[in-house]
């Protein structure tokens, strides 16, 4: 075993830096030295305050679903994180040579024993600025992975990446990082038309930045005013869902024509009172599906590992980068003052939060 050092969190509101250990790299792995690691902010948080699910509730993996009764995750929490770029420093196989930089989703760590049999490990090409592969080994695929389920909502297992997008009127809930580049990939793939919806107009400049449309968070009624496809069918195709609060949702039913779909990645730590089922979403007949990163739709598993989310993500910042490195990349800061930043967070004490804080080492 070998020293490392990581992020993690002590107790409910109290992130640090943690000595842990890796285990030496055996055949057919490597060892990566971390250059960056993205901060999901609304994942990491939730865990700093405790307030995600597992933190509050028991869950049976077997039954997946969560209950009272059991107990809850604990702490410490050793480490948070899922957008990390290395360099292979040492390797055993020679499908990975030394000095090959790499993206991989391993937590805020100074190193990583991979071994690429268990996890995807994806090369960053020498082209690519290294700073934006922290998009390669999950933020990106968790965007893709929307699109693919749109895909399968419309038209079944058999479609590619952009058929749920393709021709169609798209809205995207929320100008995060996850909302803005499901929003790049929608406009790429070829939508009729993008709108981003987003209450912060601060965010909203951002994305107008990034050549999108923007409306106000909830102004469900200008995009049906926009989209009329004729009498008693106004909206949205499509909504790609994009935070984790419920007003968003409510907004993106109210936004959808009659059977349109929500694809839904948003993360409701605290339930979904504003939503109203009796509502838009039953007299419409609409549709939410969740895209979870930790499944592709069924049925397309086999050609869509993750490392062809990465491919399509790696397609994407190759034509957007310079936008995405200039505009969604607002904070580089030192691997040592992470647990400030995500303290800041959890409590709230910065006006204005960064979009995407990326921890150098």
Known sequence: MRPVRTIGVVAPGEPAVLDDTEPDPGPGQVW????????????????????DPHHRLHFDPDLRSFAPDGPP????????????????TESRTADLPEGTRVALAYGHRTGRCADPAVTPVIPVPGDLDPLLGVYLAQMGPICVNGLLHATAAFGGPAGGVGDGVRGRHVLVTGAGVIGLLSALLAVSHGAA???VAEPSAERRAV??????ATVDGDAWHAVKQRWRHGPGDAGADLVLQCRGHDTALATGLKALRPQGVVVDLGFYQAGADAVRLGEEFHHNGLSVVCAQIGRVPRGMAAAWPRTALAGVTLDLLRERG????????TDVVPFDEGPALLGDLAARRRPSPPLQAVLRF
């Open 32 to 51: 990566v030295t971390t250059e960056y690691s993205g901060v999901s902010a609304g994942t990491e948080v939730a865990l700093v305050r405790g307030t």
């Open 322 to 329: 310079d936008d995405v490195r200039r505009h969604l990349v």
């Open 193 to 195: 038309d993008v709108v």
């Open 73 to 88: 995750a604990g702490y410490p929490v050793r480490g948070l994180g899922y957008m990390e770029v290395g360099r292979v």
């Open 207 to 212: 994305a107008g930045a990034l050549g999108l």
